[in-house]
């Protein structure tokens, strides 16, 4: 079962970065972090029950070259009652992150209401099976 993520991620450039280039790194590093199949920190794929959480998040765009700061992270994720934010999204089950909506730009973050606004949740007859990582020790 997926679960439809939407972040939006603002840094601070060093002086010496190509601003394009480093937020095009920061969101092709954020996407491949959070891919069901080969995400993670060991690019094994998510590993079940794993939290989807900001301080992570911040970390990965933290370590792209070029980023002198992270300024914010804003999550938010679909649940059947509609739209939810916060710094931690808990994954039950067999429940696995998919990334609907990404925003990175210089300075603060896009609230993410404007990133709600843009979104298209995802067809309800596309039929989508998770392939999740099983952790070698429980």
């Known amino acids: 079962d997926y679960v439809s993520i939407l972040v939006s991620a603002g840094v601070r450039a060093t002086p010496e970065a190509d601003l394009t280039r480093m937020l095009e790194a920061i969101k092709r590093e954020l996407?491949?972090?959070l891919?069901?199949?080969r995400g993670g920190f060991g690019d094994e794929g998510w590993e079940l029950l794993h939290p989807v959480d900001v301080r992570e998040l911040s970390a990965v765009a933290a370590r792209v070259s070029g980023v002198a700061s992270v300024n914010?992270?804003?999550l938010a994720w679909r649940n059947g009652d509609g739209i939810r934010t916060g710094e931690v999204?808990?994954?039950s089950g067999l429940q696995l992150p998919r990334l609907e909506a990404l925003d990175?730009?210089?300075g603060a973050p896009?609230?993410?209401d404007e990133l709600i606004?843009?979104?298209t949740p995802p067809p309800p007859e596309t039929e989508v099976f998770p392939i999740p990582t099983i952790p070698e020790e429980c």
């Open 31 to 33: 996407r491949s972090f």
């Open 72 to 74: 914010g992270i804003e």
């Open 89 to 91: 999204l808990t994954l």
């Open 35 to 37: 891919s069901p199949t």
């Open 117 to 119: 606004d843009g979104a």
């Open 110 to 112: 896009t609230p993410v």
């Open 104 to 106: 990175v730009r210089e």
